[in-house]
């Protein structure tokens, strides 16, 4: 359901999106096409978020990559897992609001722009 429900937030901002199931899946799309940016949940089946993160930097195509990770997991610990994964940011479902999680992509989107002039 939180897919789900950020994919109609982001299609519904103007935003094209392409839906994995898992990190595995999402690591496929990500090799096979070019994306700007990344929003995942960190707790998936197969490849977690933290780990897709790693991935996705540890590949010289994909490094540049903004990733936004979405997850229920609050602690400040878990924040840090994800900053060190390589996540740009990382958001908490219990204090998700819809512009502070569009206002986060569009910062993110926009700082890879300027990077990559």
């Known amino acids: 359901t939180s897919r789900m429900l950020i994919k109609n937030i982001l299609t519904g901002a103007g935003y094209e999106v392409a839906v994995a199931v898992d990190g595995n899946d999402a690591l496929a799309k990500i090799t096979a096409e070019q994306f700007d940016l990344v929003v995942s949940d960190v707790e998936m089946p197969g490849m977690n978020g933290f780990e897709l993160a790693k991935a996705i930097r540890a590949r010289s195509e994909t490094s540049h990559l903004p990733i936004v990770l979405i997850t229920s997991l609050s602690s400040q610990e878990d ?39």
Do not use: C, H
């Not at 996540?87 to 990559?116: G, P």
């Open 79 to 117: 924040r840090q897992l994800g900053m060190e994964a390589g996540a740009n940011a990382y958001i908490v479902k219990s204090e998700f609001d819809n512009q502070a999680m569009l206002e986060i992509i569009a910062n993110q989107l926009d700082r890879a722009a300027r990077s990559s002039i």
